[in-house]
Every structure is written in structure tokens, then in C-alpha cells.
């Protein structure tokens, strides 16, 4: 394999009204709640949503705090709180850090309250929209922001394909829209790591050429990592490192790692990429971070 110059992308109808619906929507809205995933923050923003929200206060979450590796999660903190209003850490599967968040709503909103208490508007109700890509975490920060288990949650890209109001307190109202992407992404870069994410649907992938990529850059940042994860000895290595394609040869190294094998005891590159994308997604390599401040 080399290097991949594959032409990814995943726009399915729905996104263009979604898109078209948050744009409407967006006068009545106080506050966007903008989630990204910390492992790759600048490929998880839709450059389309910063456009239509760039006039409404905002607080941005890296969320998946989780997987991403602790050091670089707090070095994009520091960088997008120099550009919106807040930026928070969230873990939205084991509740980490949403308590803040609605505290955050409370602070940002209590100057605006007071102005309509004079007004004799009392206990105005907030309404704050939540936007991400696809598979960042919507859902399930919202069920726990709301203490239930009502929105599908699941690791897969378009489960919510509407908007959806849900009622947070007394005073508070999200509204959970739909996961939009771009048309057009602006660099290979930022579609493969939207395809090692699980942002872009596995089935319209070639799955073994993501694995191989994924593969090539953890290997580069977090040889570490892939050694531990797969049980690699100094020996195994020493015998694959001459190879002309080092990164495909530890593919089929973690394929009979593995026990990924067809008939004849070949490996099986297609289940081998499975195992390896599937490890990546939910941390079992490790905390990893794929883009640097």
C-alpha cells in the first residue's frame, strides 16, 4: 500500500436542509453550544456552522476527553478559548465535566435575564442549540444534561435526523439538531481523520486503506502504544523494520497477532483493518490526539 490519495467524502441529502434548518432557527436561539471531538478538533468543526453562528454567544466543548491524549486536549483548550466565549472539557459517556457546562449556560445568560426582568419578562426561558459533525457526542451529552436516555445513542455517524427540543429545567430548553458536514472537505487530512473517528459511514469506506493510514500515523506518534496494544517483541519488530512498506508489514503483523487469518493462514487484511479501527475508537491503543495545536 502507499500513500493513500483517496477522494472521501459523505454528504447525504438530509444535510443540506439540516443545514438550512439551523440557519432559521437561529433567531430564537441564545446560545450554540459548538462539540467537537479533542482528537481531532480543527477536522470535527464544520467551517459552514462557524459562518451562521459567528453573531451568538458560544461555548465550545472538546468532548471524548476520554481518548484523546490529556496534554494536547488542554493545549486546544487554551487555543479556542482565545476565540469564543468558552471552551470546556467534556466526557459525554461518563458525565465528565457537564454539570459546568450548565453552570456556564447560567453565567453567560444572567446579564441578558436581568435586562429582561426590567423589561417584566421574568424567568425567560434559554434556549441553546447543540451543533456538531456526525458521531461527535450530541446525543449523549444531551441525555445527560437532561438525566435520560431518550435520544439514540450509538458509535455510529446519523442516528439523529431531526431536530429535536428538549426541556433541561425550568428555564432551559436544546435543541439537538442533526449532524451536518461539508460538502467538500478542504484536505485529505481532514477526511481521513473524520474516516478514523467513525464520522463517515465504515460501508462507503475502503476500510483496509483507513486502517493502513491510521496505522501509519500512530506509528509515527504512538509507536508506543501500537507495541503494548499488540504484543509486539523487539524480535517481531527487528524483522519487519527493513521492509520497503514497514507500516503495511505491522499490519499483517497484528493480523496473526490477532489470529485475522483466512484459509492457508493468510492474513485477513479487511479484519485486521476492523480490529484496528475498532481499537482506535474506543481507546484501546490508548489516549491519542491525531492533530496538534
Known amino acids: ?26 433567531q430564537i436561539i441564545d446560545i450554540v453550544i459548538e462539540i467537537l471531538d479533542a482528537r481531532i478538533p480543527l477536522s470535527s468543526r464544520n467551517p459552514d456552522i462557524q ?26 483548550k487554551d487555543y479556542f478559548s482565545k476565540e469564543c466565549d468558552v471552551c470546556m472539557l467534556t466526557d459525554s459517556n461518563s458525565g465528565k465535566g457537564i454539570n459546568q457546562v450548565l453552570k456556564k449556560i447560567e453565567e453567560l445568560m444572567e446579564e441578558d435575564k436581568k435586562k429582561a426582568a426590567l423589561r417584566g419578562r421574568i424567568n425567560k426561558t434559554t434556549r441553546v442549540m447543540i451543533l456538531g459533525i456526525p458521531n ?45 458536514l461539508w460538502p467538500k472537505f478542504g484536505s485529505n487530512e481532514v477526511a481521513l481523520n473524520l474516516a478514523f473517528t467513525g464520522t463517515i459511514k465504515d460501508d462507503i469506506l475502503e476500510i483496509t486503506e483507513i486502517a493502513f493510514e491510521l496505522l501509519k500515523k500512530l506509528e509515527k506518534s504512538y509507536s508506543e502504544n501500537i507495541i503494548e496494544r499488540y504484543k509486539i517483541t523487539d524480535e517481531e519488530l527487528g524483522e519487519i523494520k527493513a521492509a520497503s512498506n514497514y507500516v503495511y508489514e505491522l499490519m499483517k503483523l497484528i493480523a496473526r497477532k490477532r489470529g485475522a487469518l483466512v484459509s492457508g493462514g493468510k492474513e485477513d487484511m479487511e479484519k485486521v483493518a476492523r480490529i484496528i479501527l475498532d481499537d482506535f475508537r474506543n481507546g484501546r491503543i490508548g489516549r491519542i490526539t491525531l492533530e496538534e495545536v
Do not use: C
Not at 450530541?138 to 427540543?165: H, M
Open 1 to 26: 500500500m502507499e500513500e493513500n490519495k483517496m477522494n472521501i467524502n459523505w454528504y447525504p441529502g438530509h444535510m443540506a436542509k439540516t443545514k438550512k434548518e439551523i440557519s432559521n432557527s437561529m
Open 51 to 76: 459562518s451562521i453562528t459567528k453573531n451568538k454567544k458560544k461555548i465550545i466543548l472538546l468532548n471524548k476527553i476520554d481518548l484523546a491524549n490529556e496534554a494536547m486536549t488542554q493545549k486546544w
Open 136 to 180: 461527535v457526542g450530541k446525543s449523549s451529552f444531551i441525555n445527560r444534561v437532561s438525566k435520560s436516555s431518550k435520544l439514540e445513542v450509538a458509535n455510529r455517524p446519523g442516528v439523529t435526523r431531526q431536530n429535536q427540543w428538549i426541556r433541561i429545567g425550568k428555564n432551559q430548553e436544546l435543541l439537538d439538531t442533526p449532524g451536518v
